[in-house]
């Protein structure tokens, strides 16, 4: 839609939807952007960047071939930098933090995949800000931040991922030279998928296993030139290409890097923490792996914020959509109802809306925690790590995961109209279905979530303190358990005990095993399908907690009608997962069936009664149509002329008759091919 | 990879895993083709269509443009129909399902998306077959075959999908010329998705309400010229063109079609049931609906067999590349494990082996059951209809969702790389999840079985007879239960109390809702979330039954070791399911929480059994490496030598700096841009 902002009536649909609500819309968007300062500093933003109408494309990008995207890509990287640098320096007075947030987002309006530039600001520069001496910063950060260089991060081979100890790389010291040799000695050591590596970058942070005076250090970060800086060649010992295509992010020219004995300046390794002197004697960091935690930790707050957004736009889409479609006659003589009557698609939507809220909120309180852990540091009590790092993978792992099926959720509401691109709604999957493996795989990080819990229960049974979000697991080793009550505060508590639950029976589990002559190991092995399970019951009652006292905190003092719609939506997100977790309320509970009845008729009421206010929820995200790129989901509900102006701009429209009519339909028809 | 099938040596890897499978890979095969004969016959078309390497392209479909795409498909599917039509006329002497079957898939090597001709053979024939009367056929039947001409089937409408009753095409009888004039009164009265409408097609079967002596009749079916069959420009009066980029079917030119008042001659009608007589009159058909009941049922029987097929090779992909890859380390000085040892990725992948097993087989036996019903309504019984009808809704929409979600499922178990398009999963997804949406979608499909179900119950209720899918319910009402057992046949006991539970709770709520003053269709809609769990659940229960019967019948004869294997998937996919719905299980059927405890831990034991014939499994759905398209799923296991030669074929790898170094890049880090 983005390429041609034409204005349009407002749909009469949506005009009746806007006026049936009966909350102050605005009031719930200055809730989500954290107080109506942010509001206005976003539109500002947004106005600087999206008012000149910069991020139009002459063709619409799904019609270019993947080269020709990448290269238009690229020219609104540097048109869209230009653009916000200005506006950058016109708004310093507010924090990094949320500046990062509103600039990412807005930037959407001209990637619908996404930037070539996201690596530079995403990982080298905060990975200089966070492994560089003082001295390194002060010669990096300005040719950064002034993009005199762009660079990447590289760390994933093409065979190794997840375990970094596993990496292949080497970068091995010659004190003659003051150098390190940087070699890729196998196919499987070459580095593969960094953003940006493929044809855009000239300087990479690669990650390296480090070898001087013939011992091993493990893995350390080195600060590495690529490119020259002039003719933008690849230097010589050096392999660089494009990975080629993928489901999503294919403006991003994703790269392989392989070295053949390349040296670099022993100055270009990365010496906030461990160092190698000159002589090649190395000297260890105090605490390497917690001082490395603040960049990893971030990285997921932006991620679990990240989904949240995208599942905003996915939902804002599908309910506009679902208010404009009309379908079917269930009554006779009546007119098609609007879809967004049924009740099979209140079902679909309106748990979309409440966990884009529950996982803004939850990013927020992470980064909240992380920080409060973080000065609990600086005082030398580095108790609550191990619960930090637990927390930041098991809600990375579960929001991605939610959002990715809600996502496929909303586009499946829309029917088949969902399927077309200019609906927006498949590419805002094949970008979100990736966080579920980046940064940590979602299996992988719920299992090292459950390994928290394991170690939290054996601590509990013990009667030794836990830390807070496991405090319920003492109740439950004490036998007690809450009789059901149906009540939003007795279904969190009964997801406590669904969580402590299951971790009791993996506990269960891997001790039978062990009994039967396994392992610790293999008896872990063999119980991580439940263990997956558990780290997920974990996390939906941290989640749920959160969402249900964040909300109470912040609409303290908002109007009658915001504080009951904002109730109605946690509530409808507790009974949805309630409902989904049966099985367990009636194992690790005191629910009856008769109890798992009157959820369901409760859940059902809550639809009926967020109904007429659904498209005013969708409009309180307050996402512009220039951000939105969708047909289906535009301001003005105009949903079919959209569509149909959409698909007069596909390239095979231009002609009537296709070349291939000649060369092959014809013959083909007449016999003679 | 089939741009370049370069024969590499097996990876050792492999090699050890096909010598650890204890049973016969191609008697499996064998069980899958329907038997040997067919095998041989498979493989003789296969040879024929791909051993000449006409699939192959010079650059891969992947880095073409949208327009580049369709030209390219174009070109294949009229060289795909001149090899094809000489291998049929080599095989006449099987019966034409399985033909068609043995096509469908081996034309996958030619296409990655799909065949713009798709529907010529898969909706134009079997309507004209279906629809026409005989001297009808005789004129048509003769040009279609032989691609005289080539058409496609518009039904939906811009704004009417499912609801047909809801279609605005008019088609209106002239008796002074004997013509219909067919009209698009509105812009969501315009046909919007038939494939190969866009630009291929010149012939059209069009649905529209048909008028005539001033009285509405309803939808009936035309056949419609669109463009002139020498210079493929549209007919005046037609106004015809592509619907733009969509998540997947890119190069099916999937189009729009209005008209103007245009005419076609009275005979265009397709009038093997309802007529309009020269001077107007229109003569109704004896049963209309039911006579049309077999095309819907033969392409649900091809839906359920495609994304059975699909499945297979998604979960090959996945389960080859698993015993290839290697992470990370359980065990301090041991070398990483295959992926595939560990039981979370068990866990993902064999349920998809068994899935694919258990559809196919489902697809199968939907036929049978369809051929049985039809040869007692010849003989004037018409009792069964409803019953197929229920079915084959189900059956549909369930199989579509489960393998949608499954084939992601294997996507994610291969981490990033799955991600790439050259593993091939993304395009099986994109093709898959619109199955679940088209030819009736899932929500929809779930309760037309829903509304089956209910009445079923009713009738158990006042003791008359029901059909034989739905005998449950008499046991049900009477109270009676099965004690919990844990075998094989008390799971699909368990799940078929599942589903009546589930029913039961159905007319409850509706019931308490009557009488709470609300009619009969608010009733329903209201409860409409729980109905379609309930047809779920009865589906579940229907699939589950078939299939451990059809393996028991098929397997009798095999050997022992086959009989071993196949009994183990088939008791995986029915604990996989039971433990999936453990809150259903509690509340209808008489499980304990320590059986369900003893589920899990037998399900546990089930991966552990079939994990040594991993690999054997995949192999014997005997998928050639043309029609996988996958640099992880190819036979030989060469996962990143491939991975990398698929890279190198990137244009962007075609020349060292892209142009929008010197444009963009260069100008913006010098600062003058």
Same mark, same amino acid.
């Given at each position: ?293 603040? $960049? ?5 707050? +932006? /991620?679990?914020?990240?989904? &949240?957004?995208? !599942?905003? %736009? #996915?939902?804002?889409? @599908? ?117 579920? $493996? ?5 299996? +992988? /990080?719920?299992?090292?979530? &459950?390994?928290? !819990?394991? %170690? #939290?229960?054996?601590? @509990? ?213």
């Amino acid at each position: 839609m983005s390429q041609n902002k034409t204005i349009m009536e407002v749909n009469q649909e949506l005009v009746k939807e806007r006026a049936k609500c009966n909350f102050n819309v605005l009031e719930v968007t200055h809730i989500l952007d954290g107080g109506e300062k942010n509001t206005l500093h976003r539109k500002k933003i947004e106005s600087i960047a999206l008012d000149e109408g910069a991020y139009k494309d002459p063709i619409p990008e799904e019609y270019l071939s993947p080269k020709e995207k990448y290269e238009n890509a690229v020219r609104k990287s540097c048109l869209f930098c230009k653009i916000v640098k200005n506006a950058l320096t016109e708004f310093t007075g507010l924090e990094h933090f949320s500046n990062f947030f509103v600039l990412r987002r807005t930037a959407d309006a001209f990637f619908k995949e996404i930037s070539p530039f996201l690596l530079h600001l995403g990982m080298f520069l905060p990975t200089i800000l966070g492994q560089c001496t003082t001295e390194q910063q002060a010669y990096w950060l300005p040719r950064v931040l002034d993009i005199q260089i762009i660079g990447t991060y590289a760390q994933t081979e093409l065979g190794h991922g997840t375990f970094i100890r596993g990496l292949e790389t080497t970068a091995t010291y010659d004190p003659e030279t003051e150098e390190f040799v940087l070699h890729s000695p196998t196919l499987t050591s070459y580095k593969w998928w960094a953003g940006g590596l493929g044809k855009t970058v000239n300087y990479c942070i690669v990650v390296a296993q480090l070898y001087t005076k013939g011992v091993c250090h493990g893995t350390h970060l080195f600060i590495v030139q690529i490119r020259d800086e002039e003719t933008h060649m690849p230097l010589p010992g050096i392999k660089v290409g494009e990975i080629g295509a993928k489901m999503g992010f294919n403006t991003a020219d994703n790269g392989y890097l392989a070295f053949d004995h390349y040296r670099i300046p022993r100055q270009n390794m990365m010496m906030k923490n461990a160092q190698v002197l000159k002589d090649g004697t190395y000297v260890k960091p105090d605490s390497h792996g917690k001082l490395t935690y603040g $960049t990893m930790v971030l990285v997921r707050v +932006i /991620l679990v914020n990240e989904v &949240a957004f995208n !599942l905003a %736009k #996915a939902c804002t889409i @599908a309910t506009r959509y679902s208010a404009v479609r009309r379908q079917s006659q269930p009554k006779p003589n009546e007119p098609e109802p609007q879809i967004l009557d049924y009740t099979t698609q209140q079902h679909k939507l309106f748990i979309c809306i409440a966990t884009a809220h529950a996982l803004q909120l939850a990013s927020a309180w992470l980064w909240k925690t992380f920080n409060a852990v973080m000065s609990d540091m600086k005082k030398g009590n580095t108790d609550s790590l191990p619960e930090l790092h637990a927390l930041s993978s098991c809600l990375k792992a579960l929001s991605t995961s939610d959002v990715t099926s809600l996502i496929e959720q909303c586009r499946y509401s829309c029917g088949g109209h969902g399927y077309m691109l200019c609906s927006g709604l498949p590419n805002i999957y094949s970008f979100v279905t990736a966080t579920r $493996t980046y940064e940590g795989d979602y299996t +992988i /990080l719920l299992l090292q979530t &459950a390994r928290f !819990l394991v %170690k #939290a229960y054996e601590q @509990a049974e013990a009667g030794t303190p836990v830390t807070p979000t496991v405090l319920y697991l003492i109740e439950f080793v004490s036998g007690k358990r809450t009789p059901w009550d149906g009540s939003p505060e007795g279904i969190i508590k009964s997801f406590q005990e669904i969580a402590a639950g299951n971790i009791s029976s993996c506990v269960k589990s891997i001790r039978n095993r062990m009994s039967s002559g396994l392992s610790f190991e293999d008896a872990w092995e063999l119980t991580t399908i439940q263990l997956v399970g558990a780290a997920e019951a974990h996390c939906r009652a941290v989640i749920s907690d959160t969402y249900k006292k964040e909300i109470a905190r912040i609409t303290a003092s908002s109007s009658t009608n915001v504080k009951i719609v904002m109730e109605q939506l946690v509530n409808l997100y507790l009974h949805y997962w309630a409902l989904n977790r049966t099985g367990d309320l009636l194992r690790y509970s005191s629910i009856s069936g008769e109890d798992v009845a009157n959820l369901q008729m409760k859940y059902e009421e809550l639809l009926t009664l967020i109904r007429p206010n659904a498209v005013g929820l969708v409009d309180a995200f307050d996402l512009r149509d220039e951000i939105l790129h969708s047909a289906l989901g535009s301001y003005d509900g105009q949903v079919y002329k959209r569509l149909f102006a959409e698909a007069l701009k596909s390239p095979l429209n231009q002609e009537p008759v296709n070349e291939t009519f000649h060369k092959y339909l014809k013959p083909t028809m007449q016999g003679k091919l």
